[in-house]
């Protein structure tokens, strides 16, 4: 059964720095893997999705990286904003499944 | 392009009450369905999902069902709610093949009291 990790837990930082969030699977015959941000009260908005075939995914200030065989998956945040603050989840979708497996998240509190 | 529908935003419904949540999606066809709920401080839990009109699966045992009667619309229901279902409830869906990315919709606050 695929289970999925995020660290830490919980992030604050100051204006300005460059984050890594990380997400680790320990299935690595994965379909895909996505990466979300759910602000208070609100549903989930897509970020990224990298498809297994893929290295990694670009948008914006925000890049991330799929190691399938270290099942592992890395979200950058360049420049960070407060406006970046929020619940950071990624989810594994895996061959054959229409279920993707989400992790706990990572709450980003980014200050001026 | 594509959009999710869900509502209402916010509810509060005594214990025993019956509950139905509607969540309807645009802009595409035979979409897979999703209904989750989110428990304060804990992670996202598949409640339901469907493939198709009238198709429903059953993540976890529990006090509430799910029904499909029109392509893009999924329905969320309880005969008797208890305390125990109060939480956020999210109902998402994401296409039939190809990169099957998921979208979410605006999500219900539910309370039982």
């Known amino acids: 059964k695929q289970e999925v990790t995020q660290i830490p837990a919980a992030l604050s930082v100051p204006e300005g720095e460059n984050l890594v969030l990380n997400c680790s699977f320990t299935d690595s015959a994965i379909y895909n893997l996505q990466w979300f941000r759910q602000d208070p009260g609100k549903g989930l908005t897509s970020l990224l999705l990298?498809?297994?075939?893929?290295r990694e995914q670009t948008s914006g200030r925000l890049n991330a990286s799929l190691d399938k065989s270290s099942g592992r998956s890395t979200l950058y945040i360049a420049a960070s904003q407060p406006g970046d603050s929020a619940t950071y989840l990624c989810a594994v979708r895996d061959g054959g499944s229409y279920i993707p497996t989400f992790g706990r998240g990572t709450s980003l509190i980014v200050h001026p | 392009s594509q959009t999710i529908h869900q509502w209402p935003a916010t509810l509060v419904q005594p214990v025993g009450s019956p509950l139905s949540l509607e969540c309807t999606v645009e802009?595409?066809?035979?979409?897979?369905l999703y209904w989750y709920r989110q428990a304060a401080g804990r992670g996202l839990q598949l409640l339901f999902y469907?493939?198709?009109?009238?198709?429903i699966s059953s993540e976890v045992p529990q006090n509430l069902s799910a029904s499909r009667p029109q392509d893009r619309q999924f329905i969320l229901s309880s005969k008797k709610l208890l305390l125990s279902d109060s939480g956020f409830y999210l109902c998402?869906?994401?296409?039939?093949?190809?990169?099957?990315?998921?979208?979410f919709g605006a999500g219900t606050r539910l309370s039982v009291l």
């Open positions: 802009g595409t066809s035979n979409p897979n």
């Open positions: 998402a869906w994401s296409g039939a093949g190809g990169l099957n990315i998921q979208y």
């Open positions: 469907s493939v198709g009109i009238g198709q």
């Open positions: 990298i498809q297994s075939s893929q």
